[in-house]
């Protein structure tokens, strides 16, 4: 079993539509959680943290379950700006960050 | 506002051939890190280091090697070049504390025919 493993879509909104992702994770002594955002052929950039209360900014939502160990992130809204490759990442106590495979999102017209 | 600075972005190398890949950051980052990413993958860790001098293996270090004389300079270096060493190679760095979110350089996208 990986230890982040991801649906790796692709899913296909259109512009408007509400969409989650979910993400799960293998250890259970995982710390930190965060979503970073992928577009193709660039840098993986830090798009939340992942909060144990669930956090949001703006039109995004992550929550993160620890009973059952999982992740996960709701777009609201979507725009066509948001299509990109979501990467769920859990950061082990070692400082070690461990990376999903990704969710690809494209968000259509 | 440079960040993390990758060299270079683009390179074609023959079986057998060494290169190394250069990352420099200038936030005064503790941690460094090298990635490889493959096509449809998600990133893998090849090697850390927590400081300058320190240096450790991630999930595939295999082929590889790095160093780590300066707060500002981790280096990754190939020696004997391998097709399965295809791949596109990012450079991060992050601040000690473990809820700190790494930032990522824009990366090497190496080719080995």
């Known amino acids: 079993r990986k230890e982040v493993e991801q649906d790796p879509g692709p899913f296909n909104v259109p512009e408007g539509a509400t969409v989650a992702f979910n993400c799960t994770y293998s250890n259970s002594a995982s710390q930190s959680f965060f979503w970073y955002r992928q577009d193709c052929r660039k840098e993986p950039k830090l798009l939340m943290s992942v909060y144990s209360s669930g956090n949001e900014d703006g039109r995004f939502t992550a929550q993160l379950n620890r009973a059952s160990q999982y992740i996960s992130l709701l777009i609201r809204d979507s725009k066509l700006s948001d299509s990109a490759t979501y990467l769920c990442v859990v950061l082990r106590v070692s400082n070690m960050l461990t990376f999903g495979g990704g969710t690809r999102l494209m968000v259509k017209p | ?113």
């Open chain 2, 1 to 113: 506002n440079a960040g993390v600075t990758q060299t270079p972005k683009f390179r074609i190398l023959k079986i057998g051939q060494s290169m190394t890949l250069q990352c420099t950051q200038d936030m005064n980052h503790n941690y460094m890190y090298w990635y490889r990413q493959d096509p449809g993958m998600g990133l893998k860790l090849i090697y850390y280091s927590v400081g300058a001098g320190i240096t450790d293996k991630g999930e595939v270090p295999n082929g590889y090697n790095v160093s780590r004389s300066t707060t500002e300079d981790f280096p990754l270096r190939l020696e004997l070049a391998a097709p399965s060493q295809t791949s596109v190679y990012f450079c991060a760095s992050s601040r000690a504390l473990s809820n700190q979110p790494q930032h990522f350089g824009d990366g090497t996208r190496l080719s080995i025919l």
